[in-house]
């Protein structure tokens, strides 16, 4: 880590995406949503003194989340996703991830652009967008 740190000469580059954080009123109500819908596996996450789960989305990237006693409020927000702060998912297609939030009774709406994309919100009200890209 010291070398990456005096390194003020390297160029500047971004790799991709670490991890995004969502805060939510209660972490094990989050974790088996994200678990049950998208059918992410939980990873192993350190002690940080507040109630949290760490969850992969592939590739070395993951979802943290983190219970706080006053989440964001869930009413007032768009009803359509895209038009509020949301993180998106790269999915093969759409069309298996519509059939489980339908048959969960999950609201979802369809991207405007026609692109195979919908958007949906978690029991916290934070929005998720799934881009299919088959």
């Not at 070398?3 to 971004?14: G, S």
């Not at 405007?112 to 919100?121: K, T």
């Amino acid at each position: 880590m010291a070398d990456a740190e005096n390194r003020i000469d390297a160029p500047p580059e971004v790799h991709g995406v670490d991890h995004v954080s969502l805060l939510v009123a209660d972490a094990a109500r989050a974790c088996a949503f994200y678990v049950e819908v998208l059918g992410l596996a939980e990873l192993p996450r350190p002690e940080l003194g507040f109630p949290g789960a760490w969850l992969s989305l592939g590739d070395g990237q993951a979802l943290h989340l983190l219970e706080l006693s006053a989440p964001d409020p869930v009413d007032g927000r768009p009803e359509h996703g895209g038009r509020d702060r949301h993180f998106a998912l790269r999915v093969t297609w759409t069309a298996p991830f519509a059939a489980r939030l339908e048959a969960r009774g999950i609201p979802f709406t369809r991207s405007r652009s026609g692109r195979d994309a919908l958007f949906f919100r978690d029991p916290d009200g934070n929005a998720v967008e799934l881009v299919g890209s088959g």
